[in-house]
C-alpha cells in the first residue's frame, strides 16, 4: 500500500486533501460540496461525540432534536442573526416533482409551490426559541440546557473535507436562563467543556478568548472561543459558545414569570462544535507518512500483525495472541488482530501507519521462540523489542505517554509561534515568514481591523481572556491600546 503522499514542506494544503482521502477518513461525494464520511473517519467522529456527549451531561444538559426546516418568517425575526446566515442559506420552494410531459425526465412541478419557504437549518437559534416559548411559563422551568446533534447546511462555494463543506454534522446547545450571569457563567463554561476535550482527548492545545464585534456570531452579544494553531501556521476556530443576552427571547416573545411575579425575558446562550475538529486533529499531529492519531479517540488504538508461513505457523501466533487480544480489551483497549492472508506483513505496515493506529504489535516465528513482541509506536516511529510478561503494562504505559507526548508536541509548536511586535511592518514580516499567532495592539476600531484584514488577510482569532493588561499603541493607528489581542491567518 503505497502512500505517496506530497510532503507538508512541499504543499501542505494538498498534504491534507490527500490523507484524508488516502487515510480512509472521507471524500468527495457526488453532491456539490458536501462530502461522504467513511466507516474510519466516522468512528474517530464517534468517538470524540461520545466523550461530548458524557461531558455535556455532567454539566446539567439533556439531549433533543428540533426540525431541519425552518419557516423563512422565523429566520427574519431578529434582524442580526438573518444578516449573518443570508448569503449562505439554501430554500426549499416545492413539495413536488412530476414527469415533464415531453418526456425529458423529472421536473418540479410549479403547481406545487410552498405557502412559505423553508430554509434548510443553517444552524437553530429561531426554530428553538420559537419552541421555547411555549416550553418557559415560570421561573420553574428554568435553566432550562438542551443540546442537539444535527447537520446543517450552509452553503459555502470554497470547499474543503471536514473544514468547510456545504453540510457538516454538528451538535449545538441552546441554553435559556433568569438571569444575565447565569447566562454568562453558561457561555464560560461550555468554552472551558470545548477546550478541555479539545486538549485531553484530541491533543490540540488551544487559547481561549472573545471574539471582536465584527467575528461574532450573527445575533450574540459576546462569542467565547477557542483558538488553535495548525502545523502550517494558520488558526482555527474549534468551537464556540455564545452569550445572546436577550436578543432571541425578545424576537420570539420567550417570557417567565419571576418569583416575584413579574413577567421577564430570559437570557440565552448557544455553542457548537462540529465536524471541523477532524481537519484540525489531522492538521495538528499528522506527518508526511500519514494520520497520527492521539490514543484517546484512535478507533484501533492497538493492532497485531502476525509474521508467518502456512497456516501452522498463524495458528501458533493467533494462539499466543488471542489471550492478549482478550486482556487488552477487557482493560478498555481497542485492538485488532490483523491476520488476513490477502495482505503481506509490509502492507499492513504501511496502512496501519498512514491511518495512525497509535501501536503496532509485530510477531513471528523468532518472538515465539523468545517469548517477546516487537512494539513500534506512531509518533515517533520508534520500535524496541519487549517480553511477552510485560506487554500489557508496556502497551498501557506506552498510550499513556503517547497522549502526553502528542500534545506536548503540538503545544511546543504553538507556543514558539506566538510572537509579539510592535509596528506594522514587523506584524506584516512576521505574517509573511514565520505565520503563528500575531500578538499586537490594537486601537478596537473595526475600521482598523478591516484595514488590517484587507491589506494582509489576517483576523483578530481572539482576544486571549488571560491577556496582561499592558499600555501600549496601535500598530496601525499609533492610538493608545490596552492589551494585545491576537492575530492570524486562519482557516
Given at each position: 500500500?503505497?502512500?505517496?503522499?506530497?510532503?507538508?514542506a512541499?504543499?501542505?494544503?494538498?498534504w491534507?486533501?490527500e490523507?484524508?482521502?488516502?487515510?480512509d477518513l472521507?471524500?468527495?461525494?457526488?453532491?456539490?460540496?458536501?462530502?461522504?464520511i467513511?466507516?474510519y473517519?466516522?468512528?474517530i467522529?464517534?468517538?470524540?461525540?461520545?466523550?461530548?456527549d458524557k461531558?455535556?451531561?455532567?454539566?446539567?444538559?439533556?439531549?433533543?432534536?428540533?426540525?431541519?426546516?425552518?419557516?423563512k418568517s422565523?429566520?427574519?425575526?431578529?434582524?442580526?442573526?438573518?444578516?449573518?446566515?443570508?448569503?449562505e442559506?439554501a430554500?426549499v420552494?416545492?413539495y413536488r416533482?412530476k414527469?415533464a410531459?415531453d418526456g425529458?425526465g423529472?421536473?418540479?412541478?410549479?403547481?406545487?409551490?410552498?405557502e412559505?419557504?423553508?430554509?434548510?437549518?443553517?444552524?437553530?437559534?429561531?426554530?428553538?426559541?420559537?419552541t421555547y416559548r411555549?416550553?418557559?411559563?415560570s421561573?420553574?422551568?428554568?435553566?432550562?440546557?438542551?443540546?442537539?446533534?444535527?447537520?446543517?447546511?450552509?452553503?459555502e462555494?470554497?470547499?474543503?473535507?471536514?473544514?468547510?463543506?456545504a453540510e457538516?454534522?454538528?451538535?449545538?446547545g441552546?441554553t435559556?436562563?433568569?438571569?444575565r450571569?447565569?447566562?454568562?457563567?453558561?457561555?464560560?463554561?461550555?468554552m472551558?467543556?470545548?477546550?478541555?476535550?479539545?486538549e485531553?482527548?484530541?491533543?490540540?492545545?488551544v487559547?481561549?478568548?472573545?471574539?471582536?464585534e465584527?467575528?461574532?456570531?450573527?445575533?450574540?452579544?459576546?462569542t467565547y472561543?477557542?483558538?488553535?494553531?495548525?502545523?502550517d501556521?494558520?488558526?482555527?476556530?474549534?468551537g464556540?459558545?455564545?452569550f445572546l443576552?436577550?436578543?432571541?427571547?425578545?424576537?420570539?416573545?420567550v417570557?417567565?414569570?419571576?418569583?416575584?411575579?413579574?413577567?421577564?425575558?430570559?437570557?440565552?446562550?448557544?455553542?457548537?462544535?462540529?465536524?471541523?475538529?477532524?481537519?484540525?486533529?489531522?492538521?495538528t499531529h499528522?506527518?508526511?507518512?500519514?494520520?497520527?492519531?492521539?490514543?484517546?479517540?484512535?478507533?484501533?488504538q492497538?493492532?497485531?500483525?502476525?509474521?508467518?508461513?502456512g497456516?501452522?505457523?498463524l495458528d501458533?501466533?493467533?494462539?499466543?495472541?488471542?489471550?492478549l487480544?482478550?486482556?487488552l480489551?477487557?482493560k478498555?483497549?481497542?485492538v485488532?488482530?490483523?491476520?488476513r492472508?490477502t495482505?503481506?506483513p509490509?502492507?499492513?505496515?504501511n496502512?496501519?501507519?498512514?491511518?495512525?493506529?497509535?501501536v503496532?504489535l509485530?510477531?513471528?516465528?523468532?518472538d515465539?521462540a523468545?517469548?517477546?513482541?516487537e512494539?513500534?509506536r506512531?509518533d515517533t516511529?520508534?520500535?524496541?523489542?519487549?517480553?511477552a510478561?510485560?506487554i500489557?503494562?508496556?502497551?498501557?504505559?506506552?498510550?499513556k505517554?503517547?497522549?502526553e507526548?502528542?500534545?506536548?508536541?503540538?503545544?511546543?509548536?504553538?507556543?514558539?509561534?506566538?510572537t509579539?511586535?510592535?509596528?506594522?511592518?514587523?506584524?506584516k514580516?512576521?505574517?509573511?515568514?514565520k505565520?503563528?499567532?500575531?500578538?499586537?495592539?490594537?486601537d478596537g476600531?473595526?475600521e482598523t481591523?478591516?484595514?488590517?484584514?484587507?491589506?494582509?488577510?489576517?483576523?483578530i482569532?481572539c482576544?486571549?481572556?488571560?491577556a496582561k493588561?499592558e499600555d501600549g499603541s496601535?500598530i496601525?493607528?499609533g492610538?493608545?491600546?490596552?492589551?494585545?489581542?491576537?492575530f492570524?491567518?486562519?482557516?
Open positions: 500500500m503505497g502512500k505517496n503522499l506530497t510532503s507538508r512541499e504543499d501542505y494544503s494538498k491534507y486533501n490523507l484524508v482521502v488516502k487515510s472521507a471524500e468527495n461525494s457526488g453532491v456539490r460540496g458536501c462530502m461522504v467513511k466507516p473517519g466516522y468512528a467522529w464517534e468517538k470524540m461525540q461520545a466523550q461530548l461531558m455535556f451531561k455532567e454539566t446539567g444538559h439533556e439531549n433533543a432534536y428540533f426540525p431541519l426546516f425552518i419557516p422565523y429566520l427574519s425575526k431578529e434582524a442580526s442573526h438573518v444578516e449573518g446566515f443570508a448569503k442559506c430554500v420552494t416545492h416533482l414527469n410531459e425529458s423529472i421536473v418540479v412541478d410549479e403547481d406545487a409551490k410552498l412559505e419557504e423553508l430554509i434548510v437549518r443553517p444552524t437553530s437559534e429561531t426554530i428553538i426559541w420559537d411555549k416550553w418557559i411559563q421561573y420553574r422551568d428554568l435553566p432550562l440546557k438542551i443540546n442537539q446533534w444535527a447537520n446543517v447546511v450552509r452553503w462555494m470554497r470547499t474543503r473535507l471536514f473544514l468547510r463543506t457538516f454534522l454538528w451538535q449545538e441552546h435559556a436562563h433568569a438571569t450571569e447565569e447566562a454568562l457563567e453558561e457561555a464560560e463554561l461550555m472551558n467543556v470545548y477546550a478541555e476535550f479539545v485531553t482527548y484530541m491533543g490540540v492545545p487559547i481561549k478568548g472573545t471574539k471582536t465584527s467575528e461574532r456570531f450573527a445575533g450574540a452579544e459576546e472561543c477557542i483558538e488553535a494553531l495548525m502545523q501556521g494558520k488558526a482555527l476556530q474549534a464556540t459558545s455564545h443576552g436577550q436578543n432571541f427571547a425578545k424576537a420570539f416573545d417570557k417567565f414569570a419571576s418569583k416575584e411575579g413579574v413577567q421577564e425575558h430570559v437570557w440565552a446562550t448557544s455553542w457548537g462544535v462540529s465536524t471541523r475538529l477532524m481537519g484540525a486533529l489531522v492538521m499528522s506527518d508526511d507518512n500519514g494520520l497520527v492519531l492521539p490514543p484517546n479517540l484512535a478507533p484501533i492497538v493492532v497485531i500483525v502476525p509474521i508467518y508461513k497456516m501452522d505457523q501458533a501466533i493467533s494462539e499466543k495472541v488471542n489471550p487480544v482478550k486482556e480489551r477487557a478498555g483497549i481497542t485488532k488482530f490483523d491476520d492472508d495482505h503481506k509490509g502492507f499492513k505496515f496502512e496501519y501507519e498512514l491511518k495512525g493506529v497509535p503496532r509485530a510477531v513471528g516465528q523468532r515465539l523468545n517469548g517477546t513482541f512494539v513500534a506512531r516511529l520508534e520500535k524496541e523489542t519487549v517480553a510478561d510485560n500489557v503494562d508496556k502497551i498501557e504505559a506506552l498510550l505517554e503517547m497522549q507526548n502528542i500534545f506536548q508536541k503540538a503545544l511546543d509548536y504553538r507556543d514558539s509561534h506566538i509579539e511586535v510592535d509596528s506594522y511592518d514587523e506584524f514580516k512576521v505574517l509573511e515568514e505565520g503563528g499567532f500575531v500578538s499586537a495592539h490594537w476600531s473595526m481591523e478591516d484595514k488590517i484584514k484587507e491589506e494582509t488577510k489576517a483576523t482569532r482576544i486571549p481572556l488571560n493588561q496601535c496601525v493607528t492610538k493608545p491600546s490596552s492589551q494585545r489581542v491576537l492570524a491567518k486562519a482557516y
